[in-house]
């Protein structure tokens, strides 16, 4: 990139998806993101166009420079899309637009994989993933039609941060449903083992994104 994008075109570079990086825009303002290259423009149709690695750097370093407004955007109140953690207060609504819309994040995110992986690999995480460890297991999660849990509901998965680097523990009360979660997250690229808390004997997943 020779020059910084003028207002309109980072206008455009902060209302990307965070966790896809579609972007939405004129022709005009998309087709010069990707002369930038800070935008691709998808093969396949309907040819959405995506942040590059560059542009989710850009996006990234102005969310920095701006916490507090960052913090006070409600994913409800902007409409950007965010994978169900489980447990959450205010959650949207499920249904057919709502199963479209996990979807087409999961897409998008296997594009990135394919985009910012050196080997192109999509079958194991991305630096995205990486550093967005809770979001990202909880799309691939949700991605794959299991339930998450509801705020005054046991049943459900729920993913949490935890202590460890590039680790999340996900729980499921019910034990094949776990297990299934297990399931999922291995062939998204996870590596998951079910594990105790040694004081409430609960049972949990620790998930890690494979490198190799």
Known sequence: MTRP????????????????????????QLAALVRHGLAFRHPRPPHDHFLTPAGHRLRE???EAAPVEAEARAPAATGVFAARVGGEDAAPPSGPARRREVHSAWQGMLELRRMTNPDGATDRPCGWERSHLVQAAA???EAAGHAPAGPDTEGGYRV???????AV???????GALRACAATLE??????GEYTEPRTRTRYLLASPRRV
């Open 169 to 175: 523990a996900v729980y499921e009360p019910d034990g």
């Open 61 to 63: 370093a102005g969310a």
């Open 5 to 28: 994008p003028t207002a309109a075109q980072r206008r455009v570079i902060d209302a990307a998806d965070p966790v896809t990086g579609r972007l939405k825009g004129t022709q005009a």
């Open 160 to 166: 949490r941060a935890t202590p460890q680097p590039e």
């Open 187 to 192: 062939r998204a690229g996870w590596q998951a």
């Open 139 to 141: 799309l691939a999660l």
